[in-house]
């Protein structure tokens, strides 16, 4: 709601000068009640981390999985709706992935991201292996936002931490 009353303000100037006063009031009251919660995000050597937990209890594509979506910055859903027919190989050797091909995005378009050999080449050599045992029409990692979330959470705790 404060957003939306900057928003307008900013597209509105002359609102700037009292013309919002009882909103302004609303959206003090709603945030006194309501504390924004941010995410914090993942970097690198803790995704790598809980990807060798995942895998050490058999969530092996869960692991690469977390791991390509530190390394390209996906969103949870943009990488779990990921087919081989999304991913065109590239000359590099790297990987061109269509985010939201079939189902749209967050943003509403499809949209791309390129994984570059050169820069994570260990996560290309593990992708390249994932996407050749991949059968045509599947899903690249066939599990769900709620089994991916409930597997973080069982590490945490498992090893005492919050991410």
């Not at 100037?13 to 609303?26: I, R």
């Not at 970097?43 to 594509?61: N, V, Y």
């Not at 820069?119 to 990692?141: R, V």
Request: hydrophobic fraction near 40%.
């Amino acid at each position: 709601f404060e957003y939306l009353l900057a928003s307008l303000e900013f597209f509105f100037p002359m609102l700037k000068s009292g013309g919002l006063c009882w909103s302004k009031q609303a959206a003090s009251g709603m945030s006194a009640q309501h504390r924004t919660k941010h995410t914090v995000p993942l970097t690198s050597k803790p995704a790598r981390f809980f990807a060798c937990h995942m895998s050490s209890r058999g969530h092996q594509r869960m692991g690469v999985g977390l791991v390509l979506q530190q390394a390209l910055g996906l969103r949870p859903m943009e990488l779990l709706m990921l087919t081989p027919e999304h991913v065109l190989p590239l000359e590099s050797k790297g990987f061109l992935f269509r985010l939201g091909a079939d189902v749209g995005t967050k943003v509403k378009r499809e949209q791309y991201t390129i994984l570059d050999p050169h820069e994570h080449p260990e996560i290309a050599w593990t992708f390249s292996m994932l996407l050749d045992s991949t059968p045509p029409g599947t899903k690249l990692f066939p599990f769900s936002y709620q089994q991916y979330n409930r597997m973080l959470a069982r590490i945490e705790a498992d090893l005492g931490l919050t991410v």
